[in-house]
């Protein structure tokens, strides 16, 4: 599956964090990427952050995964989802 | 508090209290399917691969682009870049459990600083192998990963004994914690598979929306990860001598494959790829949880048909090796179920959950 949910910190410290996804909260485990400020986007899986995001790599995240999650709806225009970008190159977040 | 947000995939392990465990995926099934990479272009289905699956993209990508070029339909990849980039996701996933997940089951002290130097000497290919000689010696094996690696039973006993890390120390700790399985069969090492067994399971995967669900090898339900790859090493044999088949063998297939790394004796990522007809293509990239398999079909300049076998499905599917163990597990707590969720290590949120019934 290896798919991650990006989620905002709320507050927390270098052990773990309150953050927020979705209007809901949930404590995370901050162990892989240490405390972090009020507000950072963050990669998370098995309620621990993977890895710190950027803002924009947060919301083409969501986007996608809202994407899939369309698709299983049933919708098929998924474009406005991805952010498909013609040839460019595609604007994974990088580690 | 809120609800808590609810995670893209979960595995489920429900059961009434004193009875055994069963085993329910309740992943989005559609993601492995179809529809949202098709209709689109090659390009676009690999962007959309990256963003959809934003913790193993490296090995997700690598079995796009390999796929799509073996379809004819993308350029060669550069396979020595991405092997090494897989290589440091694998190691990234086999630190992060032993040295996360694992202390934190037990309610035992985390090892960030350990698993977050790990995991930047693996994402460097020229300071590996050498730095990660250094740190498992000082700080997970108490030796040096070559002798490590080469442990009869009765080396592996006194590395017990000694329990020279906090890592050991848990090693030591789980013998005997898990019930032995009996052997059951484990899937064939992707690096050995014949083109009739890639075409086989190419033909599976086309004409069965479901076999992404529940997958077997030629009819055998088979485990994957770790624990099957390095199954026939010594010192899994000398594990399973002392404590059986249980779901320290799992952990410990683990450390292994970190301390080969660091001996130089890890071999090489497989990668590999089959044309199967004109457009038609599949593409495997092992993975720390086992092979990852793209097959796609690609005319006219677009993606058709897209399907995807997580090497997490292996096990955890009905059948699998999981439901063995937890058909296994007795007492009245949950633990021997969570160490084996653990040992196995789904790539989806796990919870146990019990009803008074």
Known sequence: MCLGIPMQVVHGDEWSALCLADG??????????????????????????????????????????????AALRGETDLARYFGDLGSAPPRAPGH | ?????????????????????????????????????THIRPAVALQRVGLAFSLCRVAQRTATQLAMHAAAAADAPDQTALAAAVRA??????AVNLLLAWPRMLRQPEEPALVRALIGVAADARAAP???THM????????????????????????????????????????RATPSLTPQPMLAQLSTWTQADAHALAARMRSDAGFSQRPHWDGVVSESGAGARQFAHPLLAAWRGQ??????????????????AAADEL?????????????????AVDTARGPLLHWLRIRA????????????????????????????????????????VLALDPCAECRVERSDA
């Open chain 1, 24 to 69: 809901s909260q949930r404590r995370v485990s901050m162990a892989l990427v240490g405390a972090q400020d009020a507000g950072t986007w963050l990669l998370v899986q098995q309620d621990t952050a993977r890895e710190v995001l950027s803002a924009a790599q947060a919301r083409e995240i969501e986007q996608a995964l809202a994407g899939v999650a």
């Open chain 2, 1 to 37: 508090m809120n609800a808590l947000p609810a995670p893209p995939a979960f595995l489920t392990l429900r059961g009434a209290r004193g009875t055994h465990l069963s085993v329910g995926f309740a992943a989005p099934r559609g993601i492995h399917s179809e529809s949202w990479l």
């Open chain 2, 89 to 94: 996701e694998w190691l990234r996933e086999h």
């Open chain 2, 130 to 132: 050498r730095a990660w």
């Open chain 2, 136 to 175: 498992l010696e000082q700080d997970l094996l108490g030796m040096p990963p070559a002798d490590f690696v080469n442990l009869d039973a009765a080396g592996l006993e006194a590395w017990h004994r000694a329990s020279a890390t906090p890592l050991a120390a848990r090693f030591a700790a789980a013998r």
């Open chain 2, 243 to 260: 404590s059986g088949n249980d779901a320290g063998m799992r952990m410990l297939a683990r450390l292994l494959e970190l301390a080969l």
């Open chain 2, 267 to 283: 071999p090489a990522v497989s990668m590999r790829a089959w044309k199967l007809h004109a457009g038609e293509a599949m593409a």
């Open chain 2, 301 to 340: 300049g677009q993606v058709v048909a897209y399907r995807i076998l997580a090497p997490t499905e292996w096990n955890f599917r009905a059948g699998g090796v999981l439901e063995q163990a937890l058909s296994r597990c007795d007492g009245p707590d949950d633990a021997q179920a969570r160490a084996w």
